[in-house]
C-alpha cells in the first residue's frame, strides 16, 4: 500500500492514509492505480508523488510553493477536509494545480462533539471521571450548571454553526449569533438572533466558534476581545486553532474571565506531530514556545482537549471517502467539482 522508500508513485497518490482509507479507495477507483503514504505531504515527502498528477491529502500536509516544485506533473489536490488552510492557493494557481475539498460531510458529527464538550464542561464530567478512577467518589467542586436557560453564542451560522443552533435550542438555550452574511429567514425558523460580535461575546454564557481560518480569522479570538466576555462564560472551538490566541486564552483563563474552554483544536497542533523532530530544527525558538503553551493548556482542569475528532465519526468518515473519489473521477473525466481554488479548471 506504497512503501515509503519509493522516489516516485504513478499517477493518483494519497498521503495520511489509514488502512480503511487505502482498502476504500483501492476497491473504488482501483483502476486509477492509486498509491497510498500514511505520512503527510510536505518538503521530506514531496519526492514520493513527484510522477502525480493528482495528490490527496489530509489537515496536516503542508502544501507551498517548496513543495509544489517536487511535484512538476501535478493537476489536483483533493484535500480530504472542508478547509483548505494547509494548502497554498496561490502557488497552486501559479502552477496551474486546481484544488478541491469535500464542502459537506461532518455537519452533524461537529455540532454533536460541540455539545459533547459543552456538557463536559458544563457538568465537569471530565473532572469526574479522572477522580472516579482514582477511587474517590466525593462530590466536591463537581457541581455543574443546566444549559437551559443559557445564552449560547454561535460565531458562524454555515452548516455547522446551524446544526449547533437547533441541538441548543433542544436543551432550551438562548441563541444570539454573529456572522458577516446574515440569512433572513432562518432566524425566524430556529429561534436564535443575529447580533454583532462584541455583544454576543457579551452577553454568551458559552462561546461557539464555527468559522473557517482565513487572514482575517486569524486570531480572531486574541486578548481584547477575551475581555468583552461574560465573566466566567466557556469558550468552545472545534473550528481551526489559529482563530483563538494561546496565549490570549491562557490569560483569560488566568484571570478569571473564562470558566472553561473545549477545544478539539489547537494553534499550530501541527507541532505535536513534529515535537520529536523540533530540537534537530534550526531557529526554532517560536516553534518550541507555541509547543510548551499548548502542553500547558492541556493540563488545566478546566480545559478539556481532544485531537481534532469532532469530524471523526463512521458515517463522516464514509462521506468524506465518498466525496474525495467523486472529485478525484470527476476532475479526471473533465468535470471537476468542489473546486475551492487554484487554477481555474480545464478539461482533462
Known sequence: MGDPGRQADGRVVFFETTPREQAYFS????????????????GATADLAAEAEVVSVFIHSRVDRGVLEHLPRLRLIATRSTGYDHIDLA?????????????????????????????????????????TQRGDFSLAGLEGFDLRGKTLGVVGTGSIGLHVIRIAKGFGMEVVAYDRQQDRILPDVLGYRYI???ELLAVSDIVSLHVPYLAATHHLMNRERFARMKRGALLINTARGGLVDTEALMW?????????????????????????QLLTQPAVEDKLRALLRQHLLVRRENVVVTPHIAFYSTEAVRRIMDETSANIQSFLEGHPRNVVGGAAPTRA
Not at 496551474?96 to 463536559?120: D, R, W
Not at 470558566?259 to 499550530?268: I, Q, S
Open 27 to 42: 476497491e473504488v477507483i482501483g483502476a486509477l492505480a492509486p498509491t497510498f503514504h500514511p505520512t503527510p505531504l510536505d
Open 91 to 131: 502557488a497552486c494557481a501559479a502552477r496551474g494545480v486546481v484544488v478541491a475539498n469535500v464542502p459537506f460531510y461532518g455537519e452533524t458529527s461537529v455540532a454533536e462533539h460541540t455539545f459533547g464538550l459543552i456538557l463536559a464542561l458544563s457538568r465537569n464530567i471530565h473532572r469526574a471521571y479522572v477522580r
Open 196 to 198: 454583532p460580535l462584541e
Open 252 to 276: 483569560a483563563l488566568d484571570e478569571g474571565i473564562l470558566a472553561g474552554a473545549g477545544l478539539d483544536v489547537l494553534e499550530g497542533e501541527e507541532l505535536i506531530q513534529e515535537e520529536s
